[in-house]
C-alpha cells in the first residue's frame, strides 16, 4: 500500500460516518441509564445489569466482527459492506432501545436485556468495519492522524449534538412526557444516522494489497502476534483506564446536574458545554500532535483533564457559570483521547507487522474493543451498586451525603485513571520519524 496524500474529500466522507455512529454511542452513553431509571423506572442495580450485560456482549461479538469482516471479500470491498447493509438495522434496534415497553416486573427486564443485546449486535455490525477502514484507507502515520482527526471532529460535532440538542427535543417533542420525548429523539437520530453512513460508503474506497489479498493468518497466529506487540498494549492499557474510570464522571453528571445543583432545565446546555470544550479543541490537539508528537500531546491533555477534575471535587460550585467554566476545562483536556488513540492504533499495526510479518488490522481493532467495552461494562455495573450504596433514588429528593459521594465518584475515580495513563504513555516508543522507518522496513522485507 502506497503512502498518499488523501483527499478532502475522502477525509471528509470518511470522517462523517462517525457522526453518525456517535449519535448512537453518546445517546446510549450520555442517556441510556438515566432513561432506564428516571423515565422506564427500573433501579440503578438493574438498570446497571441491563446496561453492562448489553456492553458485554458488544465487547464479546466486536473480535470475531472483525475476525469475519477482515475476510470478507466483495466488489464493495471487505469493510464497506456492513456499513451499508447494517445501518438499518442499527436503526430500527435503536428506536426500540428508547421505547417503553408494556411490561413489568422480570418480563420488563428480560424484554430490556434482549433488546440491549439486538441493538449492540447491530452497532458491531457497524462500527467494527467503520473504525477498521482507518488502516485501509492509508499506511501514512501523518495522513492517519489528518483522518482521524477528521473523524474526531465528526464524532465529537455528533456527540455535540447529541449532548446540546436531546434533552431540548425530548422537551419539544414530549413535554413533560420524558418517554415520547425520548421516542421521537431516537427516530430523528437514526434518520440522520443512516443517511450520513451512505455518505460515508460511496465515498470511501478500499485499498488492497498483496499483504491484505494473501492468506490471513488464523486466530491463533492473531493472537501471538497481539500479545508481542507492546506499543499496543500501552495504548491498549490507556483507553482501557480512561473509558472505565472516565464512566463515573460521564454517566453522574445527568444526575448531578439534576439532584445535586437542582439544573435540570440546563441539561443541554450544560452537556453541550461539555462535548463542545472537546469538539472545538479539536483541531488544537491534532496540530500539536503534528508538531510535538501524539506522546507529549496526550501527556499534555491528559495533566488539563487532571486538574480539571481537582478543582471540580474541591471547588464548592454554586452557580451555572461556575459549572460550565469546569466542564469546558475537563472537555478540553479529553478532547485529545479520541483524536491520540485512533491514530496511534493503526501504528501498533505496523509495529506489529514489523516484529512477526503478519498484518491484520480489524483483528487487532475487534480485540481493543472487546476490552474497552469489557471493562465500560463492569464499571456500568459497579457504577449501579454504587449508586445504590451512597442512597440514590430515582425521582426522590436526594441527601447531602448521597450528592457528595456522587461527586466524590465523578472525580477521584477518573482521576485514578489518568494518572495510570501518564505513566503508560510515558514509555510508548512510536514517534514520527520511528513509524517512517517501521514501514521503510517492512516494504523491504516484502521487496
Same mark, same amino acid.
Given at each position: 500500500?502506497?503512502?498518499?496524500?488523501?483527499?478532502?474529500?475522502?477525509?471528509?466522507?470518511?470522517?462523517?460516518?462517525?457522526?453518525?455512529?456517535?449519535?448512537?454511542?453518546?445517546?446510549?452513553?450520555?442517556?441510556?441509564?438515566?432513561?432506564?431509571?428516571?423515565?422506564?423506572?427500573?433501579?440503578?442495580?438493574?438498570?446497571?445489569?441491563?446496561?453492562?450485560?448489553?456492553?458485554?456482549?458488544?465487547?464479546?461479538?466486536?473480535?470475531?466482527?472483525?475476525?469475519?469482516?477482515?475476510?470478507?471479500?466483495?466488489?464493495?470491498?471487505?469493510?464497506?459492506?456492513?456499513?451499508?447493509?447494517?445501518?438499518?438495522?442499527?436503526?430500527?434496534?435503536?428506536?426500540?432501545?428508547?421505547?417503553?415497553?408494556?411490561?413489568?416486573?422480570?418480563?420488563?427486564?428480560?424484554?430490556?436485556?434482549?433488546?440491549?443485546?439486538?441493538?449492540?449486535?447491530?452497532?458491531?455490525?457497524?462500527?467494527?468495519?467503520?473504525?477498521?477502514?482507518?488502516?485501509?484507507?492509508?499506511?501514512?502515520?501523518?495522513?492517519?492522524?489528518?483522518?482521524?482527526?477528521?473523524?474526531?471532529?465528526?464524532?465529537?460535532?455528533?456527540?455535540?449534538?447529541?449532548?446540546?440538542?436531546?434533552?431540548?427535543?425530548?422537551?419539544?417533542?414530549?413535554?413533560?412526557?420524558?418517554?415520547?420525548?425520548?421516542?421521537?429523539?431516537?427516530?430523528?437520530?437514526?434518520?440522520?444516522?443512516? %443517511?450520513?453512513?451512505?455518505?460515508?460508503?460511496?465515498?470511501?474506497?478500499?485499498?488492497?494489497?498483496?499483504?491484505?489479498?494473501?492468506?490471513?493468518?488464523?486466530?491463533?497466529?492473531?493472537?501471538?502476534?497481539?500479545?508481542?506487540?507492546?506499543?499496543?498494549?500501552?495504548?491498549?492499557?490507556?483507553?482501557?483506564?480512561?473509558?472505565?474510570?472516565?464512566?463515573?464522571?460521564?454517566?453522574?453528571?445527568?444526575?448531578?446536574?439534576?439532584?445535586?445543583?437542582?439544573?435540570?432545565?440546563?441539561?443541554?446546555?450544560?452537556?453541550?458545554?461539555?462535548?463542545?470544550?472537546?469538539?472545538?479543541?479539536?483541531?488544537?490537539?491534532?496540530?500539536?500532535?503534528?508538531?510535538?508528537?501524539?506522546?507529549?500531546?496526550?501527556?499534555?491533555?491528559?495533566?488539563?483533564?487532571?486538574?480539571?477534575?481537582?478543582?471540580?471535587?474541591?471547588?464548592?460550585?454554586?452557580?451555572?457559570?461556575?459549572?460550565?467554566?469546569?466542564? %469546558?476545562?475537563?472537555?478540553?483536556?479529553?478532547?485529545?483521547?479520541?483524536?491520540?488513540?485512533?491514530?496511534?492504533?493503526?501504528?501498533?499495526?505496523?509495529?506489529?507487522?514489523?516484529?512477526?510479518?503478519?498484518?491484520?488490522?480489524?483483528?487487532?481493532?475487534?480485540?481493543?474493543?472487546?476490552?474497552?467495552?469489557?471493562?465500560?461494562?463492569?464499571?456500568?455495573?459497579?457504577?449501579?451498586?454504587?449508586?445504590?450504596?451512597?442512597?440514590?433514588?430515582?425521582?426522590?429528593?436526594?441527601?447531602?451525603?448521597?450528592?457528595?459521594?456522587?461527586?466524590?465518584?465523578?472525580?477521584?475515580?477518573?482521576?485514578?485513571?489518568?494518572?495510570?495513563?501518564?505513566?503508560?504513555?510515558?514509555?510508548?516508543?512510536?514517534?514520527?520519524?520511528?513509524?517512517?522507518?517501521?514501514?521503510?522496513?517492512?516494504?523491504?522485507?516484502?521487496?
Amino acid at each position: 500500500m502506497n503512502s498518499e496524500t488523501l483527499t478532502n474529500r475522502v477525509r471528509a466522507g470518511y470522517g462523517i460516518g462517525d457522526y453518525a455512529i456517535c449519535l448512537y454511542w453518546s445517546g446510549i452513553g450520555l442517556y441510556l441509564l438515566y432513561f432506564y431509571t428516571d423515565v422506564v423506572g427500573i433501579s440503578p442495580i438493574l438498570a446497571g445489569w441491563i446496561y453492562a450485560l448489553g456492553i458485554g456482549w458488544d465487547a464479546i461479538t466486536d473480535p470475531f466482527m472483525g475476525y469475519l469482516a477482515e475476510r470478507t471479500k466483495t466488489k464493495m470491498g471487505s469493510y464497506r459492506p456492513f456499513i451499508y447493509y447494517g445501518s438499518i438495522p442499527l436503526a430500527l434496534s435503536f428506536v426500540l432501545l428508547f421505547w417503553v415497553p408494556p411490561f413489568e416486573g422480570t418480563v420488563l427486564f428480560l424484554f430490556l436485556i434482549l433488546v440491549n443485546l439486538i441493538h449492540r449486535s447491530c452497532f458491531t455490525i457497524v462500527s467494527v468495519p467503520y473504525s477498521s477502514l482507518t488502516a485501509r484507507i492509508t499506511n501514512d502515520s501523518n495522513e492517519r492522524t489528518k483522518l482521524t482527526t477528521a473523524r474526531m471532529i465528526s464524532a465529537s460535532f455528533g456527540t455535540l449534538s447529541m449532548s446540546a440538542l436531546a434533552f431540548p427535543l425530548i422537551a419539544y417533542f414530549g413535554g413533560a412526557n420524558e418517554a415520547f420525548g425520548f421516542l421521537w429523539l431516537a427516530i430523528i437520530s437514526s434518520l440522520i444516522a443512516i %443517511a450520513l453512513l451512505s455518505v460515508t460508503v460511496y465515498s470511501v474506497r478500499e485499498k488492497v494489497d498483496e499483504i491484505v489479498t494473501s492468506n490471513l493468518p488464523n486466530f491463533v497466529s492473531i493472537t501471538k502476534t497481539v500479545a508481542t506487540n507492546y506499543p499496543f498494549w500501552i495504548v491498549f492499557g490507556c483507553i482501557l483506564i480512561l473509558g472505565s474510570t472516565g464512566v463515573m464522571f460521564n454517566k453522574n453528571l445527568i444526575y448531578f446536574v439534576k439532584y445535586g445543583l437542582e439544573l435540570h432545565e440546563y441539561q443541554g446546555l450544560i452537556l453541550g458545554v461539555s462535548s463542545g470544550a472537546s469538539f472545538f479543541s479539536l483541531p488544537f490537539w491534532a496540530y500539536l500532535a503534528l508538531k510535538i508528537g501524539k506522546r507529549e500531546t496526550w501527556l499534555i491533555s491528559m495533566t488539563i483533564a487532571f486538574i480539571g477534575l481537582l478543582l471540580f471535587f474541591y471547588y464548592p460550585i454554586a452557580s451555572l457559570n461556575e459549572l460550565l467554566i469546569l466542564l %469546558a476545562l475537563i472537555g478540553v483536556g479529553n478532547g485529545a483521547g479520541g483524536v491520540l488513540f485512533w491514530s496511534m492504533l493503526p501504528d501498533t499495526v505496523e509495529y506489529g507487522e514489523w516484529k512477526s510479518g503478519i498484518r491484520t488490522e480489524s483483528s487487532l481493532y475487534g480485540f481493543m474493543t472487546f476490552a474497552q467495552k469489557s471493562s465500560i461494562a463492569v464499571a456500568a455495573l459497579i457504577l449501579g451498586f454504587l449508586l445504590s450504596g451512597i442512597g440514590f433514588e430515582p425521582n426522590q429528593i436526594q441527601s447531602e451525603e448521597t450528592i457528595s459521594g456522587m461527586k466524590f465518584m465523578m472525580s477521584w475515580i477518573p482521576i485514578c485513571g489518568i494518572i495510570i495513563s501518564l505513566v503508560l504513555m510515558y514509555f510508548y516508543p512510536i514517534s514520527t520519524k520511528f513509524h517512517g522507518e517501521l514501514l521503510q522496513r517492512i516494504k523491504e522485507r516484502n521487496a
